[in-house]
Nanobody, 124 residues
């Protein structure tokens, strides 16, 4: 069982930035594709960003394209999500997930382990 731990959430004004980090209790995150998803009360989980095992491929939801960047920190065995120019619609609980395969994926069903999530709140 792999435990994923997110950090970096918080309260920020619209136009501000946050950087989320995802680390694992054991194992190398570089052995799998990784993803970030978000969820708000009453809504389904929404894909945000994904990165392949070696960082060679990334993909984003249209709503965050150009504002968010997913990357890997190999020294810290972490996956990062840099979020810039935040808007109130970005508010939600952000969770990282480890894929079943090496490839990146925007489908929640392709992920095996999930973190508990970190709250991001963007005020207008």
């Amino acid at each position: 069982q792999v435990h994923l731990i997110e950090s970096g959430g918080g309260l920020v004004q619209a136009g501000g930035s946050l950087r989320l980090s995802c680390t694992a209790s054991e194992g190398a995150l570089t052995s799998h594709g990784m993803g970030w998803f978000r969820q708000t009360p009453g809504n389904e989980r929404e894909f945000v960003a994904t990165i392949s095992w070696n960082g060679g491929y990334t993909a984003y939801a249209a709503s965050v394209q150009g504002r968010f960047t997913i990357s890997r920190d190999y020294a810290k065995n972490a996956v990062l999500l840099q979020m810039n120019n935040l808007i109130p619609e970005d508010t939600g609980v952000y969770s990282c997930a480890q894929g079943r395969e090496l490839d990146a994926s925007g489908s929640a069903g392709d992920y095996r382990y999930w973190g508990q999530g970190t709250q991001v709140t963007v005020s207008s």
